[in-house]
């Protein structure tokens, strides 16, 4: 009569065992070596936020290509921006190394050093791209090139005698600023996407429209299309074709024995396609295209 409670007794704790040892794999950690209290209390007192202005380091190993370099200065120079962080002025420029955060320190420094070209949220425009062998100088407003401005030269005399101009009100001069974006090896190939994400520590394209967009929808349907094709054709204007095709990596001004001038505007380079732009005055006369 004893013996069925402790058979049913022994049951209960058999089924008991087994449940807690269910329970017992189930608590478990995950058995990874980079998973510690120690790992897990280091990134709880990590509040820093993660780096956004760092340039992007995965470009082609390539060497860049004379057809990139031409859509670079097509579809980068000429656009507006806005400032990320301001931006120092300063003949050399500052100098964003790509692949690396933005140095604050070195930026507050230079700002400190040379003055403010634009603040903070201001936006600015591309006027200039310089590729070189490892990096790239991305002029803003104009550069770093002085102005040269002849109220400031002028000079009023009677015979040999001259006196500089009465005192007035100086005149506001704008200044520009240079970026450097550097590499540390040969400029690889890229799209201009690429080169704006560079720049992106400094400068944000995302809410900027292109300096062109308003203007373009006022023209003939012909050059509408033209430009949306990106090719220049006979009767554009330097700013159509400027629209179009971006600035020329050469010109070349001609004149014939009936003294009549001529420049030509050349995109690319032998053998990559090679486009010659021939103007007359500021009116295109001639495109010819060489493969």
């Keep these: 009569m004893n013996a069925v ?30 998973v510690t209290p120690a ?15 760092v ?31 301001s931006l120092p002025g300063g003949k050399k420029g500052f100098r964003l190394v790509v692949g690396k955060p933005l140095n604050m320190q070195k930026l507050n420094d230079t700002l400190r050093l040379y003055g403010t070209a634009a603040v903070r949220g201001e936006t600015v425009q591309i006027t200039g791209l310089e590729i070189r062998s490892d990096e790239i100088i991305v002029q803003i407003n104009g550069g770093t090139k002085k102005h040269f401005n002849w109220r400031q030269h002028i000079q009023f005399g009677v015979g040999n005698a001259a006196t ?7 005149l506001v001069q704008v200044t520009g600023a240079n970026l450097v974006l550097d590499y540390g090896r040969p400029v690889p190939d890229m799209s201009p996407d690429d ?19 308003n203007w373009i929808d006022t023209l003939p349907q012909q050059f509408q299309d033209a430009i949306k094709d990106h090719r220049a054709v006979v009767g554009m204007d330097s700013e159509m074709v400027l629209a179009a095709m971006g600035r ?3 010109k070349v001004r001609e004149k014939s024995p009936e003294g009549n001038e001529t420049e030509d505007w050349i995109y690319g ?6 486009t010659f732009v021939t103007f007359a005055g500021d009116t295109v006369i001639r495109v010819k295209e060489f493969n």
Excluded: C
């Design 55 to 85: 340039q992007s380091a995965a470009h082609s190993s390539a060497p860049l290509r004379p057809e990139s370099r031409l859509l670079l200065i097509r579809y980068v120079d000429g656009e507006f921006a806005k400032l990320v962080q």
């Design 5 to 34: 409670p402790t058979l049913a007794l022994v049951a209960l704790l058999a089924w008991g065992a087994d449940q807690q040892g269910l329970m017992q794999f189930r608590s478990q950690p995950f058995d990874s070596p980079s």
């Design 164 to 170: 500089p101009p009465p005192d007035v009100t100086p």
């Design 195 to 213: 080169l704006k994400h560079d720049l992106a520590a400094m400068l944000d394209f995302s809410k900027e429209h292109s300096a062109t967009v």
């Design 39 to 53: 790992a897990l209390e280091s990134v709880s007192a990590d509040t820093t936020v993660p780096d956004t202005s």
């Design 269 to 274: 380079s032998p053998p990559a396609r090679t």
């Design 248 to 250: 020329p990596e050469h």
